[in-house]
């Protein structure tokens, strides 16, 4: 059966309100802050991904689940303008679309979010054919989502069943609890692992005390594991051998949805067959040129793009 799309994308998908940077504690009481900026855009992890993704130039279709509202149909409108495929993003008569707001402050930001539709997504929401014809699987907001998460490794099972690689950035356990034996089973069906510095810790536990140790001790579930590490840049464990790269030269305006344009990078050059070192560089290339701009997708980069710079910084993919 031929494949229907390079990548099938699962997960979160909302309008941000982004704000910031806020230069003082955040006062309750009534008080009016001013910050410099504001901007609302397409948030979630999962659709942030899914359009740096179709920036790149794959073919994308995402599953997932939104309200029939305003938000919703902004969410719809603004993954089709950006090239992504919403036939299986599904509208919820009777739940709103979620909805975040995101305050910076510094490299720092907090996160507000309303859930709306993401306890209610399924597994039912993802179309078994989908999974069967798709070259490579994504799923994000794994601790949002929890109905979803239930039968995500069923999931990527029949994915990888099908011959397809599958991935999965986990983001914030908004509990805390960061349950590992919750989580074995869904690792067990990931091919990439795409945390950053801190999930990676802390799915790890407190045997891995570096980012480094965290990768090394997560690749022992079969997975690869790519960590994004903001200015210390990214790293990538396969279970034997530890890659580094280095934090492209980028003065950023805004660091929002970074990792998820990392994890569209990732998955785009490895659905393109280039090694391990070079994947993770072009990644780190696309986290750092998506913060150009405010919002997440606003400035993610084409291929040329992204390459482009790999190349001026002197690495050369193969």
Not at 30 to 49: D, H, K, N
Not at 68 to 79: E, K, P
Not at 115 to 120: F, H, K, R, V, Y
Request: glycine share 10%.
């Amino acid at each position: 059966m031929p494949h229907t799309f390079d990548l099938l994308v699962i997960g979160d998908a909302n309008p941000d309100v982004i704000l910031g940077p806020l230069t003082a504690p955040l006062a309750f009481g009534q008080r009016e802050q001013l910050v410099e900026s504001g901007c609302l855009t397409l948030g979630g992890s999962a659709a942030i991904m899914a359009c740096g993704a179709a920036r790149l130039g794959l073919s994308v279709a995402f599953a997932g689940r939104v309200g029939d509202d305003d938000a919703g149909r902004y969410v719809r409108n603004t993954l089709a303008e950006r090239g992504v495929n919403t036939d299986f993003l599904h509208l919820d008569a009777s739940l709103p679309t979620p909805l975040t707001v995101v305050v910076t402050r510094g490299e720092d930001r907090a996160i507000l979010t309303s859930p709306g539709t993401l306890a209610a997504t399924t597994g039912d929401d993802v179309p078994a054919h989908l999974l069967m014809t798709s070259r490579h699987v994504h799923a994000a907001a794994y601790f949002l989502m929890p109905r979803l998460a239930k039968s995500l490794p069923d999931l990527l099972r029949t994915a990888r069943g099908h011959g397809a690689v599958t991935s999965l950035d986990t983001n914030d356990d908004p509990s805390g609890l960061w349950d590992a034996a919750r989580l074995a089973p869904v690792l067990a069906a990931t091919d990439i692992l795409l945390p950053n510095a801190y999930e990676a810790g802390r799915l790890a536990g407190p045997i891995a005390r570096t980012p480094q140790a965290a990768a090394e001790h997560l690749a022992t579930h079969g997975t690869l594991v790519a960590v994004k590490n903001g200015a210390e840049g990214a790293l990538c464990h396969d279970g034997r051998r530890l890659v580094t790269a280095a934090a492209p030269s980028v003065t950023p305006k805004d660091t929002v949805g970074a990792g998820d344009s990392f994890d569209a990078g990732f998955v785009a050059a490895t659905l393109a067959g280039l090694p391990l070192e070079d994947s993770l560089r072009f990644a780190a290339a696309c986290g750092a040129l998506s913060t150009r701009a405010h919002g997440g997708t606003s400035a993610q980069p084409t291929w040329d793009e992204a390459l482009a710079h790999v190349t001026r910084n002197g690495e050369t993919p193969s």
